[in-house]
């Protein structure tokens, strides 16, 4: 089993920033990625960024340039930069985690981010 804790979401006003954490704990394995999704009510959950441990990154294109995901070297928790946040960007953030073998997956419980127009 693994468990992700996930925070930093909030209001904020379009055009500002806010950074999303998410700490993996447990079974982890040595070769694994993780990152976040977002879902926006009444819409599919949709990729958002994700990282392996080699760094190798994966963004969406709506977040393309005004999204970074990172995490610590050796540490299983990784973070997303958002700024130049839009209305849009309003959903719930899933934080997810899985082995590169594909024998893990395991989703965070989601946190709200609300961009005010």
């Known amino acids: 089993q693994v468990q992700l804790a996930e925070s930093g979401g909030g209001l904020v006003q379009s055009g500002g920033s806010l950074t999303l954490s998410c700490d993996a704990s447990g079974s982890i394995s040595s070769m694994n990625f993780m990152g976040w999704y977002r879902q926006a009510p009444g819409k599919e959950r949709d990729l958002v960024a994700t990282?392996?441990?080699?760094?190798?990154?994966n963004y969406g294109d709506s977040v393309k340039g005004r999204f970074t995901i990172s995490r610590e070297t050796g540490m299983n928790t990784v973070y997303l930069q958002m700024n130049s946040l839009k209305h849009e960007d309003t959903a719930v953030y899933y934080c997810t985690y899985g082995s590169l073998d594909g024998r893990q997956r395991y989703w965070g419980q989601g946190t709200q981010v609300t961009v005010s127009s």
């Open positions: 990282i392996t441990d080699g760094r190798w990154t």
